[in-house]
């Protein structure tokens, strides 16, 4: 059968990048995307912007949610200090695939955990099983409608405490409207938004970053 765009994006990588060179990996995909096939990666734009939030943070503790081909998982990991701790969740066995070789091909497998499972499943888990006891960042890039119920259910289980930085892609297109209110009119979250593009093309989008002030 047809190869999936995800497959066709792995081949580009595999292809151009250099195994063990993140930034190969990176300018790979973001070449496939812009002049081959648009996907829905957090891109350069705005994964610049993503950069300097990691490095200003310097995070040790780490969740993506929607690790999708791993574009951003390797943005983020290869700019983690030695010891840092970083979890993604796919609930696509497909997508987690492709991303497991993304990931390997720029060499940070060792600094990622894929979890192959969905959000709501696994936020109640994550403290015993990888005895994770909050999030430094939490970078939100799934469905756009399981934001706010998994930063509640975040919140719930304790794994967001003063400090923690939430960081979450397309507040404006796609969109994720009920989380951006919450966030915004919280009186525990300090929110900004980083006006961008959405990834490969001239649409607005940006990221809202939200800092937990604690309960
Ligand atoms: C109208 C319109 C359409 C598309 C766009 C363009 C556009 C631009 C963007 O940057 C986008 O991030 C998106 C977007 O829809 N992203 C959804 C991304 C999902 C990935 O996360 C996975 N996943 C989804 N829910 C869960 C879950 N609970 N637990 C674990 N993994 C989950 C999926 O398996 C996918 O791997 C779209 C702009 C406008
Ligand atoms: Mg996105």
């Known amino acids: 059968t047809r190869k999936s765009r995800p497959q066709r994006l792995l081949k580009a990588v595999e292809g151009k990048a250099t195994l063990g060179d993140p930034q190969s990996v990176i300018t790979a995909i973001d070449h496939f995307c ?13 994964g610049s912007i993503l950069d300097s939030l990691v490095i200003e943070l310097s995070p040790v503790n780490v969740l993506e949610l929607g690790t999708y081909c791993g574009y951003s998982t390797v943005r983020i990991a ?22 497991r070789q993304v990931i ?9 955990q894929l979890v192959e499972g969905a959000s709501g499943d696994w936020i109640p888990r994550l ?21 706010l119920p ?11 405490q003063k400090g923690t930085v939430l960081l979450a892609d397309n507040v404006i297109c796609p969109g994720t409207p009920d989380y951006l209110k919450y966030v915004r009119n919280s009186p525990h979250y300090d ?12 649409v607005e989008d940006g990221l809202e970053k939200s800092v937990f002030l604690g309960f």
């Not at 812009?34 to 705005?46: F, I, P, S, T, Y």
């Open 127 to 147: 403290r015993e099983h990888f005895g994770v006891q909050m999030f430094d960042l939490v970078f939100l890039d799934h469905w756009k409608d399981q934001y």
């Open 104 to 112: 390997g091909w720029a060499g940070l497998e060792d600094k990622v």
């Open 34 to 46: 812009r002049h081959k096939e648009w996907a829905m990666n957090v891109g350069d734009e705005k």
């Open 78 to 99: 290869r700019l983690l200090p030695p010891g840092a701790r970083f979890i993604t969740l796919e609930f696509n066995p497909d997508y987690a695939a492709v991303a």
């Open 191 to 202: 929110s900004r938004y980083y006006r961008s593009h959405l990834e490969y093309t001239k």
């Open 150 to 160: 998994d930063t509640k259910q975040l919140e719930e289980c304790g794994l967001i």
